[in-house]
């Protein structure tokens, strides 16, 4: 990953007019031509900030850097670990790196779970912030409280909202889901549970909806209800499943999840996919190191990312009056996670 000094090697310039440039665009203390070649070399060398630095919790505070006028962004996740969460991640680093090459910089990563929406303002209200991207599953109380308040706001994630009069850049978490779930029944797939969460949760609805479709027993034996992490998964599976009815194959509601399905079932003395199938949802740069490689359905996070921040910017700047959606589309990554089963 570039840093400040590889921009500066390749400007001539020092760090702490790089640094000035980048958190501050509009700094009269660079001349035209020293910006020129900080954001050339920017783009060139791929640099973005640490936003991982950014990443605290609502209520732990909130890192204080550098503002760059009023051209300050913030994201607002609601999820309770999106630091540590790979998805939240790269998301993330997209909507940093596209607001830099604007002009902008994204000051504030917060968890929003279970706070407040007032105390969320509160904490929001003391920079002028130009625009807020919303991340993850959200209930539209907030996104409607939240737009009242800041006039750009852009909400991202799996889970649409249909017939919501503000502007989103989504993946069909619903359909995504049911391409999974009917990529495991045209393998041969007939007995198919579902680990992750349940209350309004597309995802878990796609995989009803597709064994719905498909003519399949829906069993409450074989769906296990976990928060969407690694730990949770892990311990959830060796709590529910039972040896002697097992389904043949899991479809778990991100990577995280299932590969915390695939350490408890190899605890359980289980093997992937011989004894039993699995499949994520996200593509996280995990899913490919783990043993064996998880087959996943692939979720355009840096185009989620990067398409939030110039639509977010777009609005600010041009004061559009229209209602946009833009939906990227997702893929099967086929791996080696799911067996066939022959008739």
Known sequence: ???????????????????RVINDPSSTRASEESKRKIWKAVRMLGYVPNASARQLRLGEGIEQVPAAGNKILACLTTRPFASTDPFFNEITQAVSSAAIQRGYV???LISSYNMDPREILKSLTDDHIAGIIILGKAKTELLVYLHQHFNVTIYCSLNPKENFRYNQVVCDGFSASKAAVQYLIDRGHKKIGYVGELVDEVR?????????????EFSWKHIVESELGMDSACDRIKKKLQLNDLPTALFCANDA???GTMKALKEMNLSVPQDISVIGIDDIEMSRYVSPMLTTVYIPKTDLGTVSAQMLIDLIEEHYSSVMKIELPYTIIERQTVRRIRP
Do not use: C, P, V
């Open 1 to 19: 990953m570039a840093t400040l000094k590889d921009i500066a090697r390749e400007t001539g310039l020092s760090i702490s007019t790089i640094s």
């Open 257 to 259: 999840t299932a590969i």
């Open 106 to 108: 994204l000051k504030y």
């Open 204 to 216: 878990y609805k796609g995989y009803h909806s597709a064994l719905k479709e498909n003519g399949l």
